[in-house]
């Protein structure tokens, strides 16, 4: 993974056919996705459950781009090694799904992935100071985590704004994860984001069987933030 500021689309597969995940990402990819977003919940931290390890080294081998894993569990330190060894080149945790958080980003680069910090919309960005150099990507929640579909939180965009000035000239990602369409994805990317989690914004319309929506999908949000 070579660093750039370009916005990239990262399809999330909670929106995809869960029947279908190789053949869904295949097919996503082809039309242009430059990630692949999986959301492990654990019906703790969020209210809802989807996925372990076992489905992500199982859709590992569909995955030409870049597998990028969101942790939406707590605690995060027992599963980490166990999410490596299942194929993610991103590992994001939550900073609110522990009491130390600098240990488990250790934990992430330790074991060989680039570390995502994750924020939900109601904490501020003053405790990430002294673990910037520890990040290579953090995630702001526009959406309260648990759930697809739900809709676009407003006040994240000065948030983004504060986080991108604090970042700096530092190689780190900012990706927006929740509520994503052509109308906020420029909101985004403007305030500094690069990397935009979209599910149903990019899955609506198609199927394995009929993908060309998928990419018309991933190329109005590329044409909104153009």
Known sequence: MSFDRSVKIAPSILSADFANFGAEIEAVEAQGADWIHVDVM???????????????????????????VHLMISPVD???????DAGADVLTA???????????LQAIRGAGCKAGLALNP????????????MVDLICVMTVNP???????????IEKVKKLRAMIGDRPIHIQ???????????????????VLVAGS???????????????ENIRAIRAAVA
């Open 201 to 215: 914004a990019v899955f609506k319309g198609g199927s394995v069987s009929n993908p060309a929506p998928y990419g």
């Open 122 to 133: 109601g904490t501020g960005i003053e405790d990430i100071e002294y673990l910037l150099d």
């Open 176 to 194: 927006i994860d929740g509520g994503i369409t052509p109308e906020t994805a420029p909101l985004m990317a403007s305030a500094g984001a690069d």
């Open 94 to 104: 939550h900073l609110e799904a522990g009491p130390h958080i600098h240990r488990t």
């Open 78 to 84: 027992p599963y980490i090694q166990a999410f490596a």
């Open 42 to 68: 654990d019906g703790h931290f969020v209210p809802n459950l989807t996925f372990g390890p076992p489905l992500c080294a199982a859709i590992r081998k569909h995955i030409n781009t870049v597998m990028d």
């Open 146 to 156: 648990g759930f697809g579909g739900q809709k676009f939180i407003h006040s994240q």
